[in-house]
């Protein structure tokens, strides 16, 4: 569907790829920093205004959005250009073979990464700035289509569901010709492995430089509701559907490329909707979350020396160990981050026109993104998974009696109620933005 009326939009991107050398973050037992550069990372913007309202999206080809960062943006937005951090929606893409911005990784060599996050505040800034320099008026348009066979239900590979939807937002100017585009598909960005140390995008990364190269845009992927969702690309079994050692960047591409070309039918064949307002809404929950076990330094020094010891000798036990070291260190992260044992996350939504967008924080499993999108009808509902700094799955309440790599920690921190509280606060979320 496409707006009738205009509105204000501008675009911009800049490259926010790290030096070689840095840890890559998403695999814990990934113990080897980057060795080069396989593609250029960026960071993309879309704002959007009618005079009235403001709304910004933009997407980063990270694992997470750093604290830091998140704080920065919003805080840069407000006073450089008068819109409120509560009309910004920050999302990563999720990419496992990005820089460690979390450090979920077992490498020892840990070098630039306080560096580079001190910066990355710095690039994101540029590029909303540059948008909001380049606004112009210009319509929205959307659509959404399917792309089937790319994804499998990780938990429950045989039956598990996945969400095989893709939705496009379009923006054109004036003379219709493409501002930006925005491609919202639902799968963890793992068709590479821990076995790849080239500094990448994965596959959303293919699919927002392929849209550019054909509409000449800035097109921004957001991922989905996918904590429980993987790539089935080629060599991927079902009896070991997360190990993802076989993914090959032609993978990556040809993943790209089948989500692409979908996103460009849709972009181009949207029809014309009537007049197109912005709303936006938030809930903020305050995640009381499960006992973190304390990491004195004495356990810490330990397990250095014990990889010391290990490393050059006995290769497996000392991966062994550095994949302690890497939860350990995560642990205390996170246990400085949330002192008090309470996270406090925002969720948000978005509306234009007939469309709604909610961002959600952390790895939301499919099942919920999919029962928001049911409850959001007659609007087109685009869930963005990743938004924000908090970091760890959301898993549905069943999960937690199943057990799995989901629900253990660190990798979840929040306890067996998350899914209903999410739920229930996205509901509002949705009449806040329907009425």
Request: a neutral charge; hydrophobic letters at 40%; aromatic letters at 8%.
């Amino acid at each position: 569907m496409k707006c009738n009326n205009f509105l204000s939009a501008g675009s911009a991107s800049v490259r926010i790829t790290p030096p070689a050398g840095i840890p890559l973050d998403g695999y814990g037992i990934r113990d080897k920093p980057s060795k080069g550069v396989h593609d250029h990372l960026k960071a993309r913007t879309l704002i959007l205004s009618d005079d009235e309202t403001f709304i910004s999206l933009i997407s980063l080809e990270l694992l997470y959005v750093p604290y830091q960062v998140a704080e920065t943006v919003y805080r840069v937005a407000q006073r450089e250009l008068g819109i409120p951090g509560d009309s910004v929606l920050l999302a990563a893409v999720h990419t496992h073979s990005g820089p460690s911005v979390l450090g979920i990784h077992s490498c020892m060599e840990d070098q630039f990464t306080d560096e580079y996050v001190s910066l990355l505040s710095a690039y994101v800034s540029q590029a909303l700035i540059s948008a909001y320099n380049n606004m112009q008026k210009a319509r929205i348009s959307f659509a959404k289509g399917m792309v089937r066979n790319w994804t499998i239900n990780r938990r429950r590979p045989l039956d598990g569901i996945t969400d095989e939807e893709v939705i496009t937002m379009g923006v054109e100017d004036a003379g219709g010709r493409s501002i930006a585009s925005v491609v919202n598909f639902t799968c963890h960005a793992v068709v590479l492995g821990p076995n790849n140390l080239m500094i990448s995008a994965d596959y959303p990364g293919y699919v927002s430089r392929t849209v550019e190269s054909v509409e000449k845009n800035t097109c921004l992927f957001l991922n989905g509701a996918c904590g429980d969702v993987n790539p089935f690309t080629p060599g991927t079994r079902l009896e070991s559907p997360y190990e993802r050692s076989m993914g090959t960047f032609m993978d990556a591409i040809k993943m790209g490329r089948a989500m692409s070309g979908e996103a460009l039918k849709l972009l181009n064949s949207a029809e014309a909707m009537g007049e197109c307002k912005l709303k936006v809404s938030k809930r903020e929950l305050r995640l009381r979350l499960r006992d973190l076990p304390a990491i004195e330094d004495d356990e810490l020094r330990k397990l250095y020396a014990r990889y010391n010891e290990l490393k050059g000798v006995k290769p497996k036990e000392a991966l062994s160990v550095s994949l302690e070291i890497s939860k350990a260190r995560w642990l205390r992260k996170l246990r400085a981050l949330f002192p008090t044992g309470i996270a406090e996350v925002t969720l948000k939504a978005f509306r234009i026109g007939n469309l709604v967008i909610i961002g959600l924080p952390g790895e939301p499993f499919v099942e919920i993104g999919i029962s928001i999108k049911r409850n959001s009808y007659p609007l087109t509902c685009m869930i963005v998974g990743y938004v924000g700094p908090f970091a760890g799955y959301i898993p549905i309440s069943k999960a937690f009696k199943e057990g799995g790599y989901e629900v253990s920690l660190p990798a979840c921190i929040v306890n067996p109620d998350v899914e209903e509280l999410i739920t229930a606060s996205t509901l509002n979320l949705l009449k806040d933005v329907s009425t």
